[in-house]
């Protein structure tokens, strides 16, 4: 099917988010095929009974097409909804235990195309999966690159289950544990055998499975551990993604050969030197920390110490990302969606939220939850920007988000890869966007 966006305004993010207005983007074959001010080719276009000739018209009047969003760091097992069950214990062991049945993986697997689906209603066009079980990532990712289920449209990049020392991030539930450097070697072979487009790593504790103050922070791997990783994922062409909440474990990412550091912490300066000769990058995500640190025990479900931890994540990721930007290393972001309160549909909130957070422009938020992560993934020639050639990945707004990011949360049509959406619609969970609201309206 080809379409015709007419008379839209369209927002450069290669070019400070300048506006375009009065701009017909014309799209063919799943890209875009040209972009011309309205009305330049009306004559060209009609056929001798004055119609649009073969396209699709699709009114973009007063509404303002924004690249579709890339969503750098998610987890499509979950919903967001804060659960007993992240935090470990046996209500963990017996979802576990029934995750591996027949049943509970046939569940699994519609619960992360339905996570997908809903990335996909709320204007991501693009996702990087960093740790689901089972592979359930993979086998959505090739269903959806077959144009196929209810993900169609949505481009994907997963790494599989995660990979950890034996009591860090994820180990039992999304990551799988070895030893030694040889059999850290021999599980980045399996997970690219099982498909893999990159590797993830758990590096440091994580705030949902610390137990005390401080552990998010404790390095859990050693230094010839995560070299190993690295190496060999290199040779096998595929890059490493490290989960990391401190100064200590950053470092020993970026010596190590990370090229990207998950949530992240700050940098001294041989962890900054090193990620800018690698050409590595930051990936900030404001939407886990924030609710966890800000937000009641009660409603949280976790205890006090995951609340500290977040807060103490949450700055050291704001200055390291700081520290990154100044020396001109890359940063992306990413929602954690599964966290509790990280739900399937709020990275237009991520977006804002990193906004108020690094003090920058929506401007400069809006190019990072776009090119600047499609850079991030290596796809930034692909999609990221509305450019003639790249993929139509899309999104129309009734706002300008420029002049208030919230105008991304509600979208009245778009396209992935050429597939036309109308009013899309993700499930949101009120309970959850109430608490939500409230955090951001005190940002
Ligand atoms: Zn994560």
Redesign the pocket.
């Known amino acids: 099917m080809q379409y015709k966006i007419c008379d839209c305004t369209v927002i450069d993010v290669e070019n400070g988010c300048a506006l375009l207005p009065h701009t017909d983007v014309y799209i063919r074959g799943g890209k875009i095929e040209k972009i011309v001010p309205s009305g330049e080719n009306a004559q060209a276009d009609k056929d001798e009974h004055g119609r649009a000739d073969g396209y699709k018209t699709v009114n973009g009047a007063g509404k303002f097409a924004v690249p579709g969003l890339v969503n750098l ?3 499509l097992f979950g919903t967001g909804r804060p659960s007993k069950a992240l935090g470990g214990g046996k209500a963990q062991q017996r979802l576990l235990a029934f995750i591996h049945t027949a049943l509970g993986r046939r569940i699994l697997a519609a619960m992360v195309e339905n996570s997908a689906r809903n990335e996909l209603l709320s204007g991501v066009t693009t996702l990087r999966a ?2 689901d079980l089972f592979g359930s990532d993979i086998a959505l990712k090739r269903k959806t690159d077959a144009g196929k289920g209810a993900a169609a449209g949505l481009r994907m990049f997963v790494s599989g289950m995660a990979i950890t020392a034996p009591g860090g991030h ?1 180990a039992g539930t999304f990551a799988r544990t070895a030893e030694t450097p040889e059999e850290f070697e021999k599980l980045v072979e399996k997970n690219v055998t099982e498909g893999a487009d990159f590797i993830k790593i758990c590096i440091t504790g ?1 705030v949902m499975d610390a137990k005390k103050r401080g552990e998010p922070g404790e390095v859990k791997m050693t230094q010839a551990q995560v070299s190993a990783v690295c190496s060999r994922a290199h040779a096998l062409g595929k890059k490493v993604a490290a ?1 990391v909440q401190s100064k200590a474990g950053a470092e020993l990412a970026a010596i190590g050969g990370v090229d990207t550091i ?2 992240g912490a700050p940098l001294t300066e041989e962890s900054v030197r090193l990620l800018r000769e690698r050409k590595g990058a930051q990936v900030v ?1 404001c939407s ?1 920390a924030l609710p966890c640190a800000r937000l009641p025990h009660e409603v949280t479900k976790l205890g006090e110490a995951a609340s500290y931890n977040s807060e103490v994540v949450m700055q050291g990721m704001i200055d390291g990302a700081a520290q990154a930007a100044a020396a001109g290393i890359a940063v992306g972001i ?1 929602t ?1 969606a ?2 509790p309160f990280c739900t399937q549909y709020n990275m237009w909130r991520e977006v804002l939220w990193f906004e108020k957070c690094m003090n920058i422009s929506a401007a400069e938020a809006l190019y990072t939850a776009t090119l600047g992560n499609a850079r991030i993934l290596g796809v930034g020639d692909e999609t990221g920007s509305i450019r003639e050639g790249k993929s139509a990945d899309i999104l129309l707004l009734e706002g300008n988000p420029i002049a208030d990011l919230t105008a991304l949360r509600d979208i009245d049509c778009m396209f992935a890869q050429g597939r036309f959406i109308s009013h899309p619609k993700p499930k949101r969970l009120p309970a959850i966007e109430a608490q939500l609201d409230r955090l951001t309206e005190e940002l």
Do not use: A, I, L
């Open positions: 760091h998610v987890h960093v740790g994820g994580g989960h998950e949530h995500t886990p990413g954690d599964s966290c």
